[in-house]
């Protein structure tokens, strides 16, 4: 029963992580109120199965929280900024507890975990997209979202209050797609499906990080098994006919698409750039003269910030905010998640795992959060957390998710 109960929180988690958009006390989701209500029954379960508790990347989240601790003395907000590194903390049981309870199931258990994940990523992009197409449709959610909080006013974001936290929530939804290895009509429907959810966004940032994950993915197993990229290449170019095919169809039905989809990319691109190049200028100016090397206190440069304006930048947010401590932790914590997805890559392969190939998604989606953070806070996103859960759970908690046949193939 207890396990049954943590299941459901899990798959709780899932359907309520795009819900995003409700305005709640200290700037927290319904999916965080669900996590700490499903967390008792969760860490019951566990010391009923006498699962191993691992505590992954304590040092580098020890520092980040030290440089926390020490950029609240200097705040003008404490409370803030004290209220920031609880949510910190939260995040990281949550985190721990996730990888305790998918580290004590099998296959049979996580498949349906990660197929409920991928199908609500999937009717998240539909919505994404559908308000992308129909500007109707996309006034008609954010008139309903006004009762409860608000979405993204100027961009799709489905149910986010943000169009770029939307777009790396469906970036985030190629692992499951990948780990669960569909047949080649579904993945390439759904993969097609994803992308071009993350287009209609309209965030640059992400769909560079797509580019990015998607290139050292292709690397990665062509160095491995140059026989498999022969058979991955003609699926990417299916995918890129069928969302050209897409953009045709949609375009010729109705003018007004091709025009909103440049003038998200093309024609932001100048003003979007010189946007963050002038944020970032007048961040290295607040540095170079105030020299805050113990930081302000998490999530206080929107304070002083001339504009109001966070970093948009994970490393500079922690330099300015966290301090050399925090900073050096940030990098740590990255370095430790690729080495850890390049190690899980390496010791599938030499398994003999017929499917080891696919676990190249969470070097890929790593590698692309790296790059979304150069232009987003992408660091306490949910979906993150998750992918580095999962990854963990399968490096070191004996999870053989990858090696189970896969109840979609042909």
């Not at 920031?84 to 975990?113: E, G, H, Q």
Request: proline residues 4%; hydrophobic residues 55%; contains cysteine.
């Amino acid at each position: 029963m207890l396990r049954t109960i943590a299941v459901a929180g899990l798959l709780g988690m899932l359907l309520l992580s795009p819900v995003q958009f409700i305005s709640l006390p200290l700037n927290m989701a319904l999916v965080d109120v669900w996590n700490t209500l499903s967390l008792s029954v969760a860490w019951l379960y566990l010391i009923r199965v006498r699962q191993v508790i691992r505590l992954p990347y304590v040092a580098s989240v020890w520092l980040i929280l030290l440089g926390g601790l020490a950029g609240t003395f200097v705040t003008t907000q404490p409370s803030d900024s004290l209220a920031f590194i609880l949510k910190d903390v939260y995040l990281y049981i949550w985190f721990v507890t996730v990888v305790a309870l998918v580290s004590s199931f099998n296959s049979r258990i996580l498949r349906p975990i990660l197929l409920v994940w991928l199908v609500v990523v999937v009717l998240h992009g539909i919505l994404v997209v559908a308000q992308f197409l129909s500007p109707e449709l996309f006034q008609m959610t954010a008139a309903f979202a006004e009762r409860f909080g608000a979405l993204d006013q100027w961009r799709p974001s489905g149910l986010f209050e943000n169009a770029n936290a939307a777009a790396f929530f469906q970036l985030m939804g190629f692992v499951p797609l990948v780990l669960l290895r569909p047949s080649r009509a579904i993945g390439l429907v759904a993969g097609t499906l994803l992308l071009c959810s993350i287009l209609a966004t309209g965030s640059m940032g992400t769909t560079a990080g797509f580019v990015v994950g998607l290139t050292i993915a292709a690397i990665a197993i062509a160095g491995r098994d140059r026989a498999s990229i022969a058979k991955v290449l003609p699926q990417l170019a299916i995918a890129a006919l069928l969302l050209g095919g897409l953009f045709y169809f949609f375009a010729e039905r109705d003018p007004d698409v091709a025009s909103r989809l440049e003038g998200m990319f093309p024609d932001r691109a100048e003003g979007s750039a010189e946007g963050r190049l002038s944020l970032w200028k007048r961040g290295i100016d607040f540095f170079s003269s105030e020299m805050p090397i113990f930081g302000i206190g998490p999530d206080a440069y929107k304070d002083v910030d001339p504009l109001g304006k966070r970093p948009h930048n994970d490393l500079f947010a922690f330099l300015l905010e966290r301090g050399l401590i925090g900073t050096l932790g940030f990098v740590l914590f990255s370095t430790a998640a690729v080495v850890k997805s390049i190690h899980l890559f390496v010791k599938q392969k030499q398994r003999g795992n017929p499917a080891a190939l696919t676990v190249v998604v969470f070097l890929a989606a790593i590698a692309a959060a790296l790059v979304d953070a150069q232009f987003h806070q992408v660091f306490h996103q949910r979906s993150l957390w998750l992918v580095l859960a999962l990854q963990e759970a399968m490096l070191v908690g004996g999870v053989a998710f990858a090696s189970a046949p896969s109840d979609l193939a042909d």
